[in-house]
């Protein structure tokens, strides 16, 4: 308890040098998604390598097809017989256009007033250079108070998490060996809200597809041909406004094959959080919920699976007009999974969907850009309970045990690959503007963090 309380003092007492070097990692365009960042990426792999060898890591920077990661050792203290923690994070960064929307340049830390104090705007601001800067300000905080950290921890940092990890699991199965621990930690999830700490113990699966759907060998006049020759937008159109039934619910055959129901007790306990969802939706402007009807709010946002129309496209989108049939119809359509539902099987049920319902002279292919199965985190592990108790301490109220809508693949990736189960404690709040210009983190939530994973760190140490 005495090394806790002087790594807490010591994290109080360096918040300017805390801000400092979070400013300088924000500065770097990690772009992941643009070539002309490449060289970015790897100058902010370098800057992280660089900060976990003056803590004592064994650190490097490993090449891999894509962007590089970051890998790190430390042996923790003499005879430590606390469990090999594996701390995952990722240093690339979303686009920051359109840049005409940002109310201060992207890649220059700017801080506003908040209703909870200092806020930082910034791309990557929490996702997740933010996030990640809450564990290493906790690191270094142990190594300027005992010369050491409290248990063995390894790092994982990637680069490629904004653009699907496309290069983590080739990486993570060359080197198993090497990464393998007892505990996966990541930070890239929110609390509850500002007061309230979360841990979230389900992640929706994703399934990302794009179907490209043809007719004609060429667009047509609209004039000539209308009337006669089919035209392949509506026909798109009208496929996927078969995708869902009056009630919300998805009508590819098998769909629902492995959607578990949610237990009275973990009913209740969402029920207990009090969520508005009038207010959830108002936040962005809008009024009527929608999704499958008979169920709560958060479970159909947690727990529930979903089938969203990203985008669509053909024929002439410019300005002015072009009287045209496109030859060409093409969709994104995705598919947030919960329990047990197969990606593959799915996928597989949305080509019998479309085709059954192509006409002669069309015809339709269907791409899989993503795929990952839910995963679900045992409530009950000693983790939960070492994280729940650190939370508790730092903010004085018990973390809500929460779903999370969105998928975070690289932990199915962990589970399948490496065996090992993760433990998911963010400090990212839902109107961060993620992903979106204008991108905040409140410093109050990045400081209390790294309090919050100094806390962890001493728990799991016992």
């Known amino acids: 308890m005495t090394d806790l309380t002087g790594v807490l003092a010591r994290l109080d007492a360096a918040e300017a040098d805390t801000r400092a070097r979070y400013f300088e990692l924000l500065r770097i365009p990690s772009v992941s998604a643009q070539p002309p960042h490449a060289a970015d990426c790897r ?47 990722h240093y690339d960064v979303q686009p920051a256009e359109p840049l005409e929307l940002w109310s201060s340049p992207p890649f220059e830390p700017t801080v506003v007033p908040g209703p909870h104090g200092d806020r930082v705007v910034a791309r990557g601001a929490v996702d997740d250079k933010g996030q990640v800067m809450t564990w290493l300000s906790a690191f270094r905080a142990w190594h300027a108070e005992t010369g050491s950290m409290p ?34 930690v990541v930070s890239d999830t929110n609390m509850w809200d500002f007061d309230t700490p ?19 060998s060429r667009d047509l006049h609209s004039g000539m041909y209308g009337g006669s020759a089919r035209n392949p937008l509506n026909l798109l159109a009208r496929i996927l406004g078969e995708l ?9 055959p098998g769909f629902y094959d492995g959607v578990p129901p949610v237990s009275n007790a973990q009913a209740a306990q969402w029920d207990s959080l ?44 410019g300005e002015g007009s072009k009287t045209v049939i496109a030859a060409e119809a093409h969709a994104k359509v995705s598919f947030r999974l ?55 301490a730092e903010y004085g109220r018990a973390p809500a045990l929460v779903g999370c809508g969105g998928s975070i693949p690289v932990v199915e990736s962990f589970r399948r690959i490496l065996g090992m189960e993760t433990l ?37 140490a016992k």
Request: with cysteine.
């Open 338 to 392: 919960v329990g047990t539902q197969d990606p593959k099987a799915i996928a597989a049920s949305l080509k019998d969907f479309v085709e059954a319902r192509l006409p002669q002279d069309c015809a339709a292919e269907i791409q899989v850009f993503g795929a990952a199965p839910a995963v679900e985190v045992p409530a009950e592990s000693p983790a939960i309970a070492a994280a729940s108790r650190a939370l508790e």
């Open 424 to 460: 998911l404690m963010g400090f990212g709040l839902d109107d961060d503007q993620v992903h979106s210009p204008n991108e905040k983190f409140e410093w109050r939530c990045l400081t209390r963090g790294a309090r919050a994973h100094a806390r962890l760190l001493g728990e799991l």
């Open 274 to 317: 009090g969520f508005d969802e009038a207010r959830y939706l108002g936040d962005v402007g809008l009024s009527v919920p929608v999704g499958e009807r008979g169920y709560g709010a958060l479970e159909r946002i947690w727990a529930r699976p979903t089938c969203d129309v990203n985008g669509m496209w053909g024929g002439y989108t």
């Open 43 to 89: 100058r902010t792999a370098e800057w992280l390598s660089r900060e976990l060898a003056e803590l004592g890591f064994e650190s490097g920077v490993r090449d891999t097809a894509g962007h590089p990661v970051v890998v790190a050792h430390h042996p923790g203290p003499e005879g430590a017989k606390g469990p090999h923690l594996l701390y995952y994070g």
């Open 198 to 216: 979360a841990l979230s113990t389900r992640l929706r699966g994703l399934l990302y597809t794009q179907i490209d759907l043809r007719a004609a």
């Open 244 to 252: 869902h039934d009056a009630e919300g619910r998805i009508q590819l």
């Open 151 to 184: 248990t063995r921890i390894s790092v994982l940092v990637e680069g490629e998490e904004e653009v699907g990890s496309p290069s983590l699991d080739a990486f993570l199965e060359a080197n198993a060996a090497e990464l393998k621990a007892d505990l996966v």
